[in-house]
């Protein structure tokens, strides 16, 4: 079956443009992240939804940073105001299941010019 | 403090042998899911292998298992006959309770390499 899918590959951007990432999980999977990966570093975690739970944006690093998730499947990452700081590789991830182990999109890089 | 720590930022085993990659984890749940991916270049995230806080067995997953003891809060993951493949960087991972909607915390990762 399909996996988690991830658009753009690539985004390359200028600085102060606002920019929107799409997320689209495995069907049926209930539980959605976003996380950060900078040049080889780990993983920062962003935000999950879990169903139709208010979501735990705790991991939001400014509040130029949102998501949303429609119909408790794709969900869009956006940024505003992009700076030089954001450029990263965007990871979202779902789950579900007993285990709750999650699968991963392949990302998109995001590079502010 | 850190929820999980992995102090290996890079390793190197010769092919065929096994490695052993560190990771502890803090956590004041008892209820907890332990997690192991690994990243190849191509930078797609890999399940690899989970233990949960009340299994008793060691996971396993073909060439993988996983050393969990739980008094020490550790859950290294160890390889064995290493492959060129294997090569990666290696990330463990911790869910604090057993909801799959539960947020994960991640180490920092561990540079495999293998050495032909």
């Known amino acids: 079956g399909a996996g988690v899918s991830q658009s753009p590959s690539n985004k390359v951007t200028e600085k102060g443009k606002d920019v929107e990432l799409r997320c689209d999980p495995i069907s049926g999977h209930t539980a959605l992240y976003w996380y950060r990966q900078s040049l080889g570093q780990g993983l920062e975690f962003l935000i999950y939804f879990q169903g139709n739970s208010a979501p735990d944006k705790s991991g939001l690093p400014s509040d130029r940073f949102s998501a949303e998730r429609t119909g408790g499947s794709v969900s869009t990452l956006t940024i505003q105001r992009t700076q030089q700081e954001d450029s990263a590789v965007y990871l979202c991830a779902s789950s579900t299941g007993l285990v709750g182990e999650q699968y991963f999109g392949p990302g998109t890089r995001l590079t502010v010019t | 403090a850190q929820k999980i720590t992995q102090t290996q930022p890079g390793m190197f085993v010769q092919e065929k042998e096994a490695v052993t990659l560190d990771c502890t984890y803090d956590?004041?749940?008892?209820?907890?899911?332990l997690f192991w991916y690994k990243q190849p270049s191509s930078g797609e995230m890999i399940f690899l292998i989970y233990?949960?806080?009340?299994?008793?067995q060691n996971a396993t997953e073909g060439r993988y298992s996983l050393n969990f003891q739980k008094a020490r809060k550790s859950a290294n993951l160890v390889i064995s006959a290493s492959q060129l493949g294997d090569s990666a960087m290696y990330f463990c991972?911790?869910?604090?309770?057993?909801?799959?909607?539960?947020?994960?915390?991640f180490g920092t990762g561990t540079s495999l390499t293998v050495i032909p």
């Open positions: 233990q949960g806080s009340y299994d008793e």
């Open positions: 991972a911790m869910r604090e309770g057993f909801q799959s909607g539960n947020q994960f915390y």
């Open positions: 956590t004041s749940d008892q209820s907890y899911g």
